[in-house]
């Protein structure tokens, strides 16, 4: 028995305090994709004076970007950059904690699923960009994405230059967590995104469990006691959208460990 509950206290602290937080750098498409509306797109995949242009139809050098994770069928609000003078420059935009309005997975960066849309509004010419590599581990919680456009334009506003376009996310890896769940499969959840509500059902029974939400710095943000039924609804209350760690122990051992995701409605 001893050696029982220290094996799940070791396991227990690996989950909570085991997180890894990084970011894959800021890396370049390699492709470009729909919608096609710029000359010489590929110009941007590295910053070396060779520009991708489009017509400019508007007194600043601002353009925008939006970015896709479902190849493009849906896009988070678009990301003024600029304005940019006659010389080239470059700004970031986002942050280490800013996901741009929307609750990514590791998946949705795939060269499938991610893309990125820069568009000169004054004129509606639009060019999107894909294929960035980011190579982020399964499971991963992404925590921010920065955007860095360098460019600029020329004095009569009638033309603009973008030399390099360039994606950094920022992600939090907890390690043992895969390989818990896949050996602990006594409960699902569904639905999973939730925004509101979602259940668990266990596959077997529970006496006084404890239910422990983690977020991705492993701190406990919500807890449920004396659970005793095999199915139970989970309420959102006030855990912002993100990913989190569901814990559920039982005569102080780890019963099930699975990841919950809340997404804004």
């Not at 929307?102 to 991610?114: A, L």
């Not at 506003?157 to 360039?166: A, V």
């Not at 639905?191 to 404890?210: D, Q």
Request: charged share 10%; with cysteine; proline share 4%.
């Amino acid at each position: 028995m001893k050696k029982h509950l220290l094996s799940s206290i070791l396991i227990s602290t690996l989950i909570i305090s085991a997180v890894g937080q990084t970011s894959t750098g800021f890396l370049s498409p390699s492709s470009t994709a729909a919608p096609n509306g710029w000359s010489n797109p590929a110009n941007v995949f590295l910053s070396d004076d060779v520009y991708a242009s489009v017509p400019h139809g508007a007194g600043c050098h601002c353009p925008w970007v939006s970015l896709s994770w479902n190849n493009g069928a849906s896009y988070t609000s678009s990301i003024l950059f600029g304005p940019y003078s006659t010389v080239d420059g470059s700004q970031i935009k986002g942050g280490t904690l800013d996901t741009l309005g929307h609750s990514w997975t590791d998946t949705e960066f795939s060269s499938t699923n991610f893309l990125l849309k820069i568009a000169n509004p004054s004129m509606s010419y639009e060019q999107g960009y894909k294929n960035f590599n980011f190579n982020i581990p399964g499971g991963a919680i992404i925590n921010g994405i920065e955007v860095k456009v360098e460019g600029h334009g020329d004095e009569g506003f009638t033309t603009e230059f973008i030399d390099l376009i360039q994606v950094n996310v920022h992600y939090t890896t907890i390690v043992g967590v895969n390989e818990l769940a896949s050996s602990k499969n006594h409960i699902s959840v569904y639905p999973n995104p939730f925004s509101f509500e979602t259940t668990l059902k266990s596959n077997y029974n529970l006496i006084n469990a404890t239910l422990t939400f983690y977020n991705s710095y492993g701190q406990q943000v919500k807890q449920i006691k004396n659970i005793s039924e095999q199915t139970i609804t989970i309420n959102r209350d006030n855990l912002i959208s993100g990913m989190y760690i569901m814990q559920l122990t039982q005569d102080n051992k780890i019963f099930a460990t699975d990841k919950l995701v809340i997404v804004d409605n």
